[in-house]
């Protein structure tokens, strides 16, 4: 079992940036996959980016060239640049081992607005 928590959230202006930062505790040497998920209020959650433990990342279209994802051993970031108003939501650090059930963070609340 993973625990995860998530840090970095804030308020910024459109044009701005923000690195959100995860750290995963429990069983993490078996950790596959990390990444990054968000929620908007009245819509589902999403994809936002992935990496493995190869260095394999994976973006939503809405966040590419804009978003980047690295990771270093159980910590996971995101460094988010040319923020839009759009782009705010609740967002969820996410990990896994092969064969296991993704573990979710409590969320941080990201807010672009000016």
């Known amino acids: 079992q993973l625990q995860l928590v998530e840090s970095g959230g804030g308020l910024v202006q459109p044009g701005g940036s923000l690195r959100l930062s995860c750290t995963a505790s429990g069983s993490i040497f078996d950790i596959y996959i990390m990444g990054w998920y968000r929620q908007a209020p009245g819509n589902q959650r999403e994809l936002v980016a992935t990496?493995?433990?190869?260095?394999v990342t994976n973006y939503s279209d809405s966040v590419k060239g804009r978003f980047t994802t690295s990771r270093d051993n159980a910590k996971v970031y995101l460094q988010m640049n040319s923020l839009k108003p759009e782009d705010t939501a609740v967002y969820y650090c996410?990990?896994?081992?092969?064969?296991?059930?993704?573990?979710w963070g409590q969320g941080t609340q990201v807010t672009v607005s000016s």
């Open positions: 996410t990990a896994a081992a092969v064969g296991k059930r993704y573990s």
């Open positions: 990496i493995t433990s190869g260095g």
